[in-house]
Nanobody, 128 residues
Framework: QVQLVESGGGLVQAGDSLRLSCAASASAFGRTLSRYAMGWFRQAPGKEREFVAAIRCCGGGTNYADSVKDRFTVSRDNAKNTVNLQMNSLKPEDTATYYC?????????????????WGQGTQVTVSS
């Protein structure tokens, strides 16, 4: 089992920055966090949950949605069991609940069905 807890959401103005964090705990049966791809997704009211960014397992690279490329950066600190999403130049259309998710040995897929574990989400609201 992996438990995920997001934090860092809030109300900001357009153009501001925000840093989300996802604290993860993996079970004791040998699955260290580094072996999980970690993804960030978001869901706005009345819309489907959509992919934002992901970082692959096992020292792999990153993957971004076109809408956030060059504005958002995903990173991980395996020693601290955290994954971060640095969000710059925020826009009102970035307003959503943001979720982190974990996929064992995953490639950092954009498909939400690939992820086995999900956090409860943190709200990000960007005013114009």
């Amino acid at each position: 089992q992996v438990q995920l807890v997001e934090s860092g959401g809030g109300l900001v103005q357009a153009g501001d920055s925000l840093r989300l964090s996802c604290a993860a705990s993996a079970s004791a049966f040998g699955r260290t966090l580094s072996r999980y791809a970690m993804g960030w997704f978001r869901q706005a009211p009345g819309k489907e949950r959509e992919f934002v960014a992901a970082i692959r397992c096992c020292g792999g690279g990153t993957n971004y949605a076109d809408s956030v490329k060059d504005r958002f950066t995903v990173s991980r600190d395996n020693a601290k069991n955290t994954v971060n999403l640095q969000m710059n130049s925020l826009k009102p259309e970035d307003t959503a609940t943001y979720y982190c998710a974990a996929d064992f040995l995953g490639p950092g897929s954009a498909g939400k069905s690939e992820y086995e574990y999900w956090g409860q989400g943190t709200q990000v609201t960007v005013s114009s």
